[in-house]
């Protein structure tokens, strides 16, 4: 995505988390050192099990730890896991709360006995404008691997300084550009190419066969590459793409011009792609509603996710592809209840959650298949890594440049709730 329309999300509040810190740096230590805090979650009554001597990391395991009652403190060596995350209002609406939530992972790691008696100890690196020495404040520290920041700005700055000797992986990006194994760089959720390829699926698994399709221009990253993705599958699976409207990502509220178009060709069941904003579909929405065109099905990508569709008024019907479709109970929601239960504070961007935590854990599963300390070995296993169950669904490496084949699942707004509707392969 570009710049010079991201930091324009400095006004959603819904997502702009302020940093309570005016550190550069932070580092989380070992659980077992510190108080377990007063509202942390009872998560278990059962006495402490051993420490596990683990080859596969066992993520149930690890999360149903209770803080209040830890195994016996690892003493080894530290696994190390670096953060270079940016905490603008370009990104900071996902890695802020990404940047909390992994220390916290590693707390319940930790308090579960570690990784074969090593402790995983977290250091936070605000990239602000100069990523590079963030990154090497994070390299002269130890870090095995690196958690980065989304977009190509300071992601590309990082790879970089690494030399592409250090396992990076882009949480929370879905940037087909960024992945590159032979350069240790990883996606840990699908690409603009399976999010939107899915998208124009699930409208032919609709019976829907006509699409009106909103781009920033062919070959844009993310407001073009997404849409050009959606008409390459939609007219494969042979749908016809009656009409392509530009628009200005995050700007644009008034589509009048573009609404005007449409009304002379539309026949009232069409599909409405875009990779716009929240707000930007709802607009949209009500203006071809007020043309008389009510039949229309209105499908997004994860910005939808990302900007809040689930709270927008005149949001019933209205598809779109997160990362992660939570459901109250499961454990990614059991996470983040238990999360703030012990940290006294809700996660933003709930549904990007699970890819930093994935994001450590596929890290440290590549040190264990290796045995290893060395960051490039550590890498080369990273390649090797194949149909890891993380929290956000299945990730494999092997045989890939670093973009894991991961299925999309499909929400909807049904009755004014998120519910999954769909899971695309």
Same mark, same amino acid.
């Given at each position: 995505?570009?710049?010079?329309?991201?930091?324009?999300?400095?006004?959603?509040?819904?997502?702009?988390?302020?940093?309570?810190?005016?550190?550069?740096?932070?580092?989380?230590?070992?659980?077992?050192?510190? &108080?377990?805090?007063? %509202?942390? +979650?009872?998560? $278990? #009554? !059962?006495?402490?099990?051993?420490?596990?001597?683990?080859?596969? *990391?066992?993520?149930?395991?690890?999360?149903?730890?209770?803080?209040?009652?830890?195994?016996?403190?690892?003493?080894?060596?530290?696994?190390?896991?670096?953060?270079?995350?940016?905490?603008?209002?370009?990104?900071?609406?996902?890695?802020?709360?990404?940047?909390?939530?992994?220390?916290?992972?590693?707390?319940?790691?930790?308090?579960?006995?570690?990784?074969?008696?090593?402790?995983?100890?977290?250091?936070? &690196?605000?990239?602000? %404008?100069? +990523?590079?020495? $963030? #990154? !090497?404040?994070?390299?002269?520290?130890?870090?095995?691997?690196? *958690?980065?920041?989304?977009?190509?700005?300071?992601?590309?700055?990082?790879?970089?300084?690494?030399?592409?000797?250090?396992?990076?992986?882009?949480?929370?990006?879905?940037?087909?550009?960024?992945?590159?194994?032979?350069?240790?760089?990883?996606?840990?959720?699908?690409?603009?190419?399976?999010?939107?390829?899915?998208?124009?699926?699930?409208?032919?698994?609709?019976?829907?066969?006509?699409?009106?399709?909103?781009?920033?221009?062919?070959?844009?990253?993310?407001?073009?590459?997404?849409?050009?993705?959606?008409?390459?599958?939609?007219?494969?699976?042979?749908?016809?793409?009656?009409?392509?409207?530009?628009?200005?990502?995050?700007?644009?509220?008034?589509?009048?011009?573009?609404?005007?178009?449409?009304?002379?060709?539309?026949?009232?069941?069409?599909?409405?792609?875009?990779?716009?904003?929240?707000?930007?579909?709802?607009?949209?929405?009500?203006?071809?509603?007020?043309?008389?065109?009510?039949?229309?099905?209105?499908?997004?990508?994860?910005?939808?996710?990302?900007?809040?569709?689930?709270?927008?008024?005149?949001?019933?019907?209205?598809?779109?592809?997160?990362?992660?479709?939570?459901?109250?109970?499961?454990?990614?929601?059991?996470?983040?209840?238990?999360?703030?239960?012990?940290?006294?504070?809700?996660?933003?961007?709930?549904?990007?959650?699970?890819?930093?935590?994935?994001?450590?854990?596929?890290?440290?599963?590549?040190?264990?298949?290796?045995?290893?300390?060395?960051?490039?070995?550590?890498?080369?296993?990273?390649?090797?890594?194949?149909?890891?169950?993380?929290?956000?669904?299945?990730?494999?490496?092997?045989?890939?440049?670093?973009?894991?084949?991961?299925?999309?699942?499909?929400?909807?707004?049904?009755?004014?709730?998120?519910?999954?509707?769909?899971?695309?392969?």
């Amino acid at each position: 995505m570009k710049r010079r329309i991201l930091a324009l999300l400095a006004v959603l509040a819904l997502f702009g988390a302020a940093c309570s810190s005016d550190d550069d740096t932070t580092e989380s230590e070992p659980a077992a050192t510190e &108080a377990p805090a007063a %509202t942390e +979650a009872p998560a $278990a #009554t !059962e006495a402490p099990a051993a420490a596990v001597t683990m080859s596969s *990391i066992d993520i149930d395991h690890i999360l149903s730890a209770d803080l209040a009652n830890c195994e016996e403190t690892p003493t080894g060596d530290a696994i190390r896991v670096g953060m270079a995350m940016d905490f603008s209002d370009v990104v900071g609406f996902v890695d802020i709360p990404g940047s909390k939530v992994v220390p916290y992972v590693a707390e319940l790691a930790n308090c579960r006995g570690g990784f074969n008696g090593r402790p995983v100890e977290v250091r936070v &690196a605000e990239v602000g %404008t100069d +990523a590079a020495l $963030a #990154t !090497e404040d994070l390299l002269d520290w130890g870090a095995h691997f690196l *958690i980065g920041p989304p977009f190509a700005d300071f992601a590309l700055p990082i790879l970089q300084t690494t030399g592409g000797n250090v396992p990076l992986f882009v949480a929370a990006s879905t940037e087909p550009t960024l992945a590159d194994a032979s350069n240790n760089s990883y996606l840990v959720t699908f690409d603009d190419h399976q999010m939107s390829g899915a998208a124009a699926t699930w409208a032919l698994d609709q019976g829907i066969t006509r699409a009106i399709v909103f781009t920033e221009g062919e070959g844009i990253p993310y407001t073009g590459v997404n849409p050009d993705a959606f008409i390459a599958a939609f007219e494969a699976g042979g749908g016809e793409v009656v009409s392509v409207q530009t628009y200005v990502w995050f700007v644009d509220t008034d589509f009048s011009s573009q609404v005007n178009e449409i009304a002379q060709i539309s026949e009232n069941n069409e599909a409405v792609f875009s990779a716009a904003l929240g707000f930007q579909v709802t607009a949209l929405r009500g203006q071809l509603e007020g043309q008389g065109l009510d039949g229309l099905t209105y499908i997004g990508t994860d910005a939808l996710d990302a900007t809040g569709i689930q709270v927008e008024a005149n949001n019933e019907g209205i598809a779109h592809t997160p990362h992660t479709s939570i459901t109250a109970g499961d454990r990614i929601d059991s996470m983040l209840a238990a999360f703030e239960a012990a940290k006294g504070e809700a996660l933003d961007s709930r549904g990007f959650m699970a890819l930093y935590v994935d994001s450590m854990f596929i890290g440290i599963q590549g040190m264990l298949d290796c045995g290893c300390d060395d960051t490039a070995e550590i890498g080369e296993a990273v390649k090797q890594i194949s149909g890891f169950q993380g929290l956000s669904g299945e990730i494999t490496y092997e045989g890939t440049n670093g973009i894991p084949p991961k299925a999309v699942p499909i929400n909807r707004i049904v009755n004014g709730e998120d519910v999954l509707v769909a899971t695309i392969e």
